[in-house]
């Protein structure tokens, strides 16, 4: 069993930063890929930023070159790093992971971007 739980969210004036973590309650080298997704009301589930089984990254277009996904895995935790925040950012983001083909998701934590 693996637990996921994200942290970080917030409410931040459009152009600001936060900082998302995902700490994992395993050790993160065992995941087969990790990544971000996030769901604003009323849209679907959408990728925001993964790592693929052979480490590289996805973002999806809208984030290119504003967030970055990292990960620590002495501290078992994941990261995104937002910056420049939209109103259009504005979700539930949530943490998922891959082990050993299961999938895994946090609650969530709700970021809110006021224009």
């Known amino acids: 069993q693996v637990q996921l739980v994200e942290s970080g969210g917030g409410l931040v004036q459009a152009g600001g930063s936060l900082r998302l973590s995902c700490a994992a309650s395993r050790n993160i080298v065992i995941f087969n890929a990790m990544g971000w997704y996030r769901q604003a009301p009323g849209k679907h589930r959408e990728m925001v930023a993964i790592?693929?089984?052979?480490?590289?990254?996805n973002y999806a277009e809208s984030v290119k070159g504003r967030f970055a996904i990292y990960r620590d895995s002495a501290k078992n935790t994941m990261y995104l790093q937002m910056n420049n925040l939209k109103s259009e950012d504005t979700a539930v983001y949530l943490c998922?992971?891959?082990?050993?083909?299961?999938?895994?998701w946090g609650q969530g934590t709700q970021v809110t971007v006021s224009s």
């Open positions: 790592f693929n089984e052979d480490d590289s990254t």
């Open positions: 998922h992971g891959i082990v050993f083909g299961y999938p895994y």
